[in-house]
């Protein structure tokens, strides 16, 4: 109950103090499949059709904490996901040439045993809302686990560091003049090997991913929808190497509406193909989340998104993620 309580103070505080601040660029929340197996890779987070404009910069800390439970097991294979992992990540992007935009975003990753289990317990509980192995599995542990034939992952201690490092970059294809309501722009994302793959900080693959965003406002820019397709062409890495695939499809949709000039309520999809072959488990195929949360003006250049993530398609993804990004252009 404490993470409810201190995101409603959050709100009612930052709502409290944005009172009298310009409306806010409607944009997708900036999250991505957080599965341990999953987030190692150059899998983008979603990003707007907007850029920004020729000398403006802007600095974004990200807040991932995902808690996973998962576990299968047939002849051929076997998996067990149960664990927590808080990803930080500082993102800055520069605009420049009025067409163009580059940026870099810098991971530090931190897989725990956690202390969320009780809390999901108790919600999944209220609510009705099926257990899944947490009936099962010991509260609060640590093991993210898969073994096939000769190819394995094995960690069960905690683990932090600096993750893989990404240098992205946009041009602006259509939306270029004021008052424009449609948007598009071709957007790039470089990762590169630098976190270390035996403490799952990082896959060992150097990972291109190429992709469309498309960003769409109606009624006085009011109303946002959000949609973004592309792929990521990855080397080879040094997990699961005989099962990792070398190119993945990925998207998303999304919507806000801007309910008041500092409060935007926010609902998007995110989704991609299997980073995997040779496995009949959801947690190595492809998935579908569900983000749910919104934007909170802290004043005219600085914002807060809240969020939290469920898996659709079940296993695929952690059972919940909490997401809070904190944003500012200068």
Partial sequence: ????????????????????????????????????????????????????????????????????????DNSDESILLDGETTRYTLALRYGIRGDFEIGMEIPYV???????????????????LPQGERDT?????????????????????????????????????????????????????LK??????????GSGSTDLALWLSSSHFYQQESVGLFASAGMIFLTDGDLLAEQQRNIVGFGSLGAAWQIFD????????????GFYDDSDFAELGPSVQLVMGGS??????????????????????PDVVFHLALRTRF
């Fill in 1 to 72: 109950m404490h993470i409810v309580r201190l995101t409603l103070v959050t709100i009612f505080l930052s709502c409290s103090l944005s009172l009298s601040v310009k409306a806010q660029e409607l944009v997708p929340l900036t999250t991505s499949n957080q599965n341990p197996l999953v987030a190692i890779y150059g899998l983008p987070a979603t990003a707007p059709g907007t850029i920004l404009s020729s000398g403006q910069a802007e600095l974004e800390l990200r807040v991932d904490l995902a808690s996973s439970c998962s576990t299968s």
């Fill in 110 to 128: 931190g897989h725990s045993e956690g202390f969320l289990d009780n809390f999901i317990y108790n919600w999944h509980d209220f609510f009705g």
């Fill in 137 to 189: 599995l010991e509260e609060d542990q640590l093991t993210y686990a898969y073994q096939r034939n000769d190819s394995s992952i094995s960690l069960d201690d905690e683990e932090s560091g600096f993750g893989d490092l990404r240098f992205t970059g946009a041009w602006h294809l259509v939306g270029k003049h004021k008052g424009d309501t449609h948007h598009l722009a071709l957007r790039s994302s």
């Fill in 192 to 201: 590169l090997p630098t976190g270390d793959d035996e403490k799952l900080l």
């Fill in 262 to 273: 500092a409060v935007a309520l926010k609902l998007q999809f995110d989704g991609h193909t």
């Fill in 296 to 317: 909170i003006a802290m004043g005219n250049d600085t914002s807060l998104d809240l969020a939290v993530s469920e898996d659709i398609v079940v296993d695929s993804a």
